[in-house]
Each structure stands twice: as C-alpha cells, then as structure tokens.
C-alpha cells in the first residue's frame, strides 16, 4: 500500500514545514487542496506552480493530485442552470487538470457536494449537466495522465450522487478510463453494506482511497477495525494510494501522524500475521 497525506489538516503551516512533517513521519505522498495554495488557484502563475512541484521534490514526496477542488474561488458551480457560472467552473476544472498534468499526473477527487448539488432543478438534470462536464473533461485529463474520481457524499451534503453505486452507474455513463470513482470511510453513511463488502461490489471503479474514522477523526482515535478493508483492498489487487484525510483536527498534526502511522502499522502486521 502506499500512504499520503491530505495537505488541509496543516492550516497555517507552509507547504514546505508541511511536506518536511509528512515526510518525518514516514508518509510517502501528498494530496493537495488547491485553495490551500492561493485563494486563486488559476492565478497563480506558472513560476508559483513550478515551485509548489519543487517544494514536494525537495522532501522526496510523490504528487498525488487534488481534491477539495472547488472551494475557492468562490461563486463556482457544477451544475447550476445558469450557464455562464456552469461553463466559469468548468473551466476552472479544465484548468486544475491541467495544471495536475504540470505536477506530473494524478487524480482529482470529485467531492464538492454544494458545488454540484441540484438546487431548484431536478436531480436529473443536474446529473446530465455533470455527466456533460465530465466527458468534455475526460479525454484532456487522459493526455495528462489524470484521473478524475467521483466522491459519493453523504445526502445532508449534497442531492447529487450519495452512494457507490450511484457513483458507478455514472462512471458508466460517462464510459472513459479518465474517470473513475473513490472509496471514502468517512463517507459511507447511506450505505447498506459493511466497507470490506463495499470494496468487493465496486472494486473496478475505485481508484483512490481516502483513510479516515467515520466521524471524521484520524485512524485510531476510534474503535473501527480497518482491518478486514485493508485485506478486502489487497485481495482485489488495489495500487493506488490510501490518503489520511482528517475533519476532526483537535490534535496536533504531528500527533495526528504518529498515532496514523502506528495504526496503519498495526494493520499490516496483522495482515500479514493472519
């Protein structure tokens, strides 16, 4: 398995002091939020992009890719009815794949559930304008050696795409190996099945994992056993990345790390003791 780091749980801390933590504690990857970068991401010049690409080498940290993707600017929408801000955001999505191409590939991890939510229009039409978006987008993210993943969310965050399957039957929808869906533990609130199940039923549309407790807290400041989901992951040959992607951040970063760390630990001596 290979492990990273969602760059948000550092707040106020460099990208530098950020990347300096995340490779002290032994993670290997770093997933970014592009707003954490500028409060305009598409502003920013290619001298500043460059540089963020550099800061990772420096600390020997693969670029995973971006997620929280439209939290800034602000006034974006996916799948609003009115089409001057809808083509505005996805242009701005052009420009994040592009960009991700820069950094040398990865994933952007679709979540943005207000940014794509059916509001005063049918869900089904909110659905055609995000599956419009998403083949326009496809093929430039494939040049790029990009993967766009659709992140289900829980119903009290968006109206739009709330479970896997709705996350799958999407993915077919739009029928392009660019896009792709997530496995989130956090967001697994409208599921029926356990998440070992979850990864079985849908591991040929999960392309990206993101590690955290249900209530949001980091791995180990709960009682969830990973265990068995680790193993489900490794039976159906998952090589992506697992992302630490913390809500609850009470602890220090560094605490937060080390406690992840021993508990992922632990998984994999029990996984390869069992």
């Keep these: 398995m290979r492990y990273a780091i969602c760059n948000e749980l550092f707040e106020n801390l460099s990208l530098a002091q950020s990347c300096k933590i995340i ?5 290997n990857g770093i997933e970014l939020a592009p707003y954490t970068l500028s409060d305009a991401p598409d502003k920013m010049s290619l001298q500043a992009r460059s540089a ?55 994933i952007l991890v679709l979540g943005s559930g207000k940014k794509r939510n059916a509001d005063g229009i049918p869900v089904e039409k909110a659905l055609e304008y995000l599956t419009q978006g998403l083949r326009e987008l496809a093929p430039i993210a494939e040049s790029g ?29 739009i029928d392009h190996p660019a896009v792709s869906g997530i496995f989130d533990f956090h967001n697994c ?27 949001g807290g980091y791995p180990g400041s709960g009682s969830s056993d990973y265990a068995p989901t680790f193993a489900a992951l490794k039976r159906c040959g998952y090589g992506g990345w697992i992302s630490l992607e913390v809500f609850d951040q009470k602890e220090s970063p560094e605490r937060i790390l080390r406690e992840t760390r021993r508990t992922i630990q632990n998984i994999e001596r029990r996984l390869a003791f069992d």
């Design 52 to 106: 963020t690409k550099r800061i990772l080498e420096d600390f020997d940290l693969q670029f995973v890719g971006f997620h929280w993707l439209l939290n800034a600017p602000a006034g974006l929408h996916l799948t609003t009815p009115d089409s001057a801000v809808r083509i505005k955001t996805w242009d701005f999505m052009k420009f994040l794949v592009e960009f991700c191409a820069e950094m040398g590939g990865g």
């Design 189 to 215: 609130t409208e599921e029926k099945q356990s998440w070992q199940a979850l990864i079985e039923c849908f591991k040929d549309s999960i392309r990206h994992v993101h590690l955290n407790e249900i209530d």
């Design 145 to 173: 050696n990009t993967t766009i993943v659709i992140e289900p969310l829980s119903a009290r965050i968006t109206n739009v795409v709330n479970t896997l399957k709705e996350a799958e039957n999407l993915i077919h929808a």
């Design 23 to 27: 490779s002290e504690h032994g993670f």
